[in-house]
C-alpha cells in the first residue's frame, strides 16, 4: 500500500519480471492480438496484366488479379493472393459483401 500526497492509499501489485504470469500476460497480449478479425474493403481488378495488392489506406485496397471474373476464379485468385499478403491461411479470408461485384468487404482472422 502507498499514501499519495491526498492521503489515499493505493495498493500495489509487485509482479518479477522474471515470473510466470508475466510471461503469461505478454504473451497471451500478443495470442489476442492474433485472433482479433480485421475487416478491410477492396477494389478488384480481374483480367489485370499483373497480378498486385496496392494499400490505399489502413483498411482499403486495390488489389488486381489475372483471372477473370467468372465462375468465383478472380474471388479465388484475391482470396489466395490476400492470404499470401497477410500471412493467413486461406480459410481466414471470408467475402462477407460483395461476392460478385468489384467492390467487396473482406474479413481476415478467426
Known amino acids: 500500500m502507498v499514501e499519495d500526497w491526498a492521503g489515499n492509499i493505493t495498493p500495489i501489485l509487485h509482479i518479477p519480471v522474471g515470473s510466470l504470469f508475466f510471461s503469461r500476460l505478454i ?5 489476442l492480438c492474433s485472433l482479433m478479425v480485421r ?13 498486385k495488392i496496392k494499400r490505399v489506406s ?12 467468372e465462375n468465383g476464379k478472380a474471388n479465388r ?25 468489384r467492390k467487396k468487404l473482406i474479413e481476415i482472422g478467426r
Do not use: Q
Request: aromatic fraction near 10%; glycine fraction near 4%; charge should be neutral.
Open 27 to 31: 504473451f497471451g497480449a500478443a495470442e
Open 39 to 51: 475487416k478491410i474493403v477492396l477494389t478488384v481488378k480481374p483480367n489485370a496484366a499483373s497480378t
Open 58 to 69: 489502413d483498411s482499403e485496397y486495390v488489389v488486381a488479379v489475372r483471372a477473370p471474373a
Open 77 to 101: 485468385a484475391v482470396i489466395e493472393l490476400l492470404a499470401d499478403y497477410f500471412s493467413v491461411p486461406k480459410s481466414a479470408i471470408k467475402v462477407m459483401r460483395g461476392e460478385f461485384a
